[in-house]
């Protein structure tokens, strides 16, 4: 089992930053791979990134390639989304969310999620 719990939320204006953090409990072996997922007001559920716990292997999402940075530490069971730029589309509620396996950028894949933590950005 894992348990998944989001911080770091908040509002900020255009261009400035927010960090999110990702509290995980239960399971952290070597496969399990760590995803950050956002939903805006009606739209559906989008993947931004994932992690692999041991191997650090990223990806993201094209729109924010260069601007959001995964990273984790396995010392604190925590993984970290630095949102940088920051535009008013990246307004959301994000998850974080886990799967056993390589990364995957489909939603679908992932068996543990967070309630979420609601990022707005302003003009």
């Known amino acids: 089992h894992v348990q998944l719990a989001e911080s770091g939320g908040g509002s900020v204006q255009a261009g400035g930053s927010l960090r999110l953090s990702c509290a995980v409990s239960?399971?952290?072996?070597?496969?399990?791979?760590l995803g950050w997922f956002r939903q805006a007001p009606g739209k559906e559920r989008e993947f931004v990134g994932a992690i692999s716990w041991i191997g650090s292997t990223t990806y993201y999402k094209d729109s924010v390639k260069g601007r959001f940075t995964i990273s984790r530490n396995s010392a604190k069971n925590t993984v970290n989304l630095q949102m940088n730029s920051l535009k008013p589309e990246d307004t959301a509620v994000y998850y974080c969310a886990a799967k056993s396996g390589s990364n995957s950028s489909a939603t679908s894949t992932y068996q543990y999620w967070g309630q979420g933590t609601r990022v707005t950005v302003s003009s």
């Open positions: 239960g399971q952290t072996v070597s496969t399990l791979t």
